[in-house]
């Protein structure tokens, strides 16, 4: 069996699990810099507490939980049904994994008996390279392998912000969206933000995503008269990646497309943040286009990506 396991943070599928997202969150080493675990973990449960109330209201504006459990797993049944009807009869086998919320590494690798004749590939769905996404991710993984001491071949899907496929189906659905909302003039590219202090001792993140930002515009550049890229999420009181989308938001002079260019399945960041919270600031209208989430034209891009490896 080939097993791949898709790689998240993951998103609270109901009120009460925002209090485990927190303190999972906030206790991981490369989100919160504390090398004393205690005292990460102290400091992790004050800041949950925190921010609990403000995170379960903004999910009740949601419909109580985020949609990336429901599109991660709908994305597996179908490429999982996608092999099982190939006439080639492909041996993959699909599955997810989160980082801070149910399923849990040690629950999913339990479900499987897996021996050194089989292989997992760890496929972090994250475009851009950043060690509080994939580096975590990657790492909770292998160590969640070695305990349960599975014997199988590893291997690891590495970030694709350059793939010509991807991309290809990134520039399709804004034209898309674009021919539906043919007013916006400016297209915002909306990643998710990073501390400046990590970006300062060497996380990829913002070469990657800047890098990103310039070969869409390159293929897009016909088609609007802006291009903008913007941070969302930002937290504390630290210095983050700048522009915020919402300050960009906030002063926007012409209607635009917002596309979420760092993450591939819908979450809170862009079901809330971009459709409800910063369009009460915003000076135009604008429209959200959606991830590439359990598309037909993703599933090609993974099993492509995958035939690669």
């Known amino acids: 069996m080939r097993l791949v396991l898709f790689l998240n943070m993951g998103g609270a599928s109901s009120l009460e699990e925002c209090e485990v997202f927190l303190k999972n969150m906030f206790n991981d080493p490369y989100i919160l810099g504390i090398k004393n675990a205690f005292l990460r973990k102290m400091v992790a449960g004050i800041i949950s507490q925190l921010r609990l109330k403000t995170m379960q209201e903004n999910y009740r504006q949601i419909g109580g939980k985020s949609p990336l459990n429901e599109l991660t797993l709908s994305l597996c049944q ?51 390279h950043s060690q ?18 599975c014997k199988a071949e590893l291997k ?18 804004i034209l898309k969206a674009k021919q539906k909302f043919t007013v916006a003039k400016t297209l915002i590219f909306s990643a998710h933000s990073l501390p400046i202090s990590l970006i300062k001792k060497g996380d990829l993140y913002e070469k990657h995503v800047v890098e990103h930002t310039e070969i869409l515009k390159e293929k897009l ?24 989308t919402g300050n960009i938001l906030a002063n926007l002079k ?7 260019i760092s993450f591939c399945i819908d979450c809170s960041e862009s079901v809330f943040e971009l459709e409800i919270e910063y369009r009460k600031i915003a ?27």
């Open 78 to 128: 179908k490429l999982n049904l996608k092999c099982e009807n190939s006439s080639t009869k492909k041996e993959w086998k699909f599955d997810f994994v989160n980082l801070y919320v149910s399923p849990f590494a040690k629950e999913v690798l339990q479900k499987y008996k897996l021996t050194q004749n089989d292989e997992i590939v760890l496929f972090p769905l994250y475009p851009h």
């Open 132 to 149: 509080t996404t994939v580096g975590s991710s990657v790492e909770v993984l292998k160590k969640e392998i070695a305990q349960l001491n």
């Open 156 to 173: 690891i899907v590495e970030v694709f912000y350059k793939h010509q496929f991807y991309n290809q189906m990134l520039v399709d659905d």
């Open 221 to 244: 550049k016909d088609n609007f008269d802006e291009f903008i890229l913007s941070y969302q999420s930002r937290l504390g009181p630290v210095k983050w990646l700048e522009p915020h």
């Open 254 to 260: 012409n209607e635009a497309l917002i596309y979420p």
């Open 283 to 309: 000076q135009k209208d604008y429209k959200v286009i959606a991830c590439p989430n359990d598309s037909e034209n993703f599933m090609k891009f993974i099993l492509m990506d995958l035939e690669n490896l």
